[in-house]
Nanobody, 122 residues
Framework: QVHLVESGGGLVQAGGSLRLSCAAS????????IGWFRQAPGKGREFVVH????????YYADSVKGRFTISRDNAKNTVYLQMNSLKYEDTAVYFC???????????????WGQGTQVTVSS
């Protein structure tokens, strides 16, 4: 069992930056790959990025590549999502999720946080 809590969302102007955190409870955090997803109003859940258990491998959606960076600190049971050059279309609720084998398919993830709102003003 993994309990995930996101934080770091907020309101930012276009071109600005935010850093999201995904804090996990449980001693088995290092056994899970972590994915970030987002959901804008009226739209489906969208893959953003995932990172492997060790943190040595990651995969980004084309829409965020070069602007977002994922990292993890297994000693702190935390995954970070640094978001730079934010655009209006990045506005969404951002969720982190845990899975034993990383995939871009959100329906496969086992554990989810409650989400954190990111709003980018144009």
């Amino acid at each position: 069992q993994v309990h995930l809590v996101e934080s770091g969302g907020g309101l930012v102007q276009a071109g600005g930056s935010l850093r999201l955190s995904c804090a996990a409870s449980g001693r088995t955090f290092g056994n899970y790959a972590i994915g970030w997803f987002r959901q804008a109003p009226g739209k489906g859940r969208e893959f953003v990025v995932h990172i492997s258990q060790s943190g040595d491998s990651s995969y980004y959606a084309d829409s965020v590549k070069g602007r977002f960076t994922i990292s993890r600190d297994n000693a702190k049971n935390t995954v970070y999502l640094q978001m730079n050059s934010l655009k209006y279309e990045d506005t969404a609720v951002y969720f982190c999720a845990a899975i034993t084998r990383a995939t871009t398919d959100w329906t496969s993830y086992d554990y989810w946080g409650q989400g954190t709102q990111v709003t980018v003003s144009s």
